[in-house]
């Protein structure tokens, strides 16, 4: 069900949001998530609803935890809402918390605390998720980046009490919808980070669909070992070397990958830095970026895409000497011209932002983990079920 078809006129809604934000001493540090909320929010409060606000916040391992507390959060949904956020401490399937959230009048907004605060909350347990539903008449998911996970706050309320996604899950799920359908031609993906085997069923699923993946990362040294190459020290899955050579051989024309390297001495900013071909790399060296050549390859194989996804960085990126490659691919795929362009996973969507390029791509992805799985070809709990 979309927004648009839940009547919330006089009611309470439940809205589950994506607030997993970075917070240094007490400070949000990136504001992007909250600011992704609020045309939800807005809507909402504009069909005369009253909101009761829910989030996850970082990974609370034996209960409540100061360090993880959504307080911090609440004056900056007020920035950005323009109304005052209540924040109601303490458990959020507390006696109080419902208490106090009843006292809502039409307009109002609360910000309840951390909902893995509360017990059962990542088992979906089933009294936990029948709490929730008692905090309100209805229940919209928005949180995309939670999507994914079979949580009592995510699908197991959503079950219980009339539910609907919200404007950013329905955008999110529209957007990465676009990529397993007909997207327009030629589609290009590239696919970076550690390991093969995080994004392995991804690589799988898209491959019969693209015309090109670019392989970047530390994943393309398991692709070059896999054809006897020399990787030195670089970062490589051993138990991934047949399925690499398994997916050569059937998409080979399809599959591109570095042709050199930045290697380092260390893992370090501070290592030497020398050029190798990626099939040479001497043995006490690390690739850590693409090289040069790799780069232009990437950029000239970029060129005329009509529709590009990206998702992982090419390179050690958070170390400046290693980041040129990342930057590089970044600064590519924004200058493309008439092109659908999405970038998803936190990796990229960070280095997006650091290379000023962000508004020059037309879907950047709240969510790493949900987008990959819709992407696998899985169906998400969360979206499920509120269908």
């Known amino acids: 069900m979309k927004l648009e078809d839940l009547n919330v006129q006089g009611k309470r809604v439940l809205v589950r949001v994506d ?59 007020e920035k950005y809402l323009g109304v005052p956020v209540k924040f109601i401490a303490g458990s959020p399937d507390s006696d109080e918390t419902l208490a106090a959230v009843q006292q809502l009048q039409p307009g109002e907004v609360a910000l309840i605390e951390n909902v893995r605060f509360a017990a059962g909350e990542e088992k979906n347990n089933a009294e936990l998720s029948a709490k929730f539903a ?50 327009e031609r030629p589609y290009v993906v590239i696919i970076g ?45 051993d138990d991934f070397l047949d399925k690499a050579n398994e997916l050569l051989k059937a998409y080979g024309d399809k599959i591109v990958l570095p042709t050199d390297t930045l290697a380092g001495d260390a893992f370090s900013n501070d290592a030497n830095v020398e050029v190798f071909d990626v099939f040479n790399i001497p ?29 992982g960085p090419m390179g050690v990126f958070e170390f400046s000497k290693f980041a040129n490659g990342t930057n590089a691919i970044a600064a590519a795929v924004a200058g493309l011209q008439g092109a659908y362009t999405l970038v998803g996973g936190g990796d990229s969507v960070s280095a997006i932002n650091k290379s000023g390029q962000a508004d020059r791509i037309s879907h950047i992805s709240t969510g790493g983990g949900a987008s990959l ?6 169906k998400l709990p969360g979206v499920e079920a509120v269908k």
Not at 40 to 54: F, I
Request: glycine residues 10%.
């Open 134 to 183: 008692k905090l309100a008449d209805a229940f919209v998911l928005d949180a995309f980046g939670s999507a994914h996970r079979a949580h009592s706050s995510v699908s197991g309320v959503a079950e219980l009490i009339p539910s609907a996604a919200g404007f950013l899950l329905q955008k999110e799920v529209d957007a990465l919808g676009n990529l397993l359908g007909e997207p």
């Open 193 to 237: 980070g550690a390991k093969v085997s995080d994004k392995l069923l991804v690589i799988e699923n898209l491959l019969p669909k693209v015309d090109r993946i670019l392989i970047g990362g530390g994943m393309a040294y398991t692709f070059v070992k896999a054809q006897g190459g020399k990787i030195g020290k670089s970062i490589h899955e």
């Open 283 to 311: 043995d006490e060296w690390e690739g850590m970026d693409i090289g040069p050549a790799s780069i232009e390859a990437f950029t000239t194989a970029l060129q005329g895409a009509k529709t590009v996804f990206w998702n």
């Open 19 to 77: 607030y997993n934000v970075p917070i240094k001493e007490g400070v949000v540090q990136d504001e992007t998530r909250v600011e992704a909320s609020i045309p939800t929010l807005k809507h909402l409060l504009d069909q005369g609803a009253s909101l009761v606000l829910s989030s996850h916040l970082g990974r609370p391992k034996n209960g409540p935890d100061p360090k993880y507390s959504l307080e911090p959060i609440a004056p900056v949904v």
């Open 373 to 378: 799985e819709l992407l696998e070809g899985k």
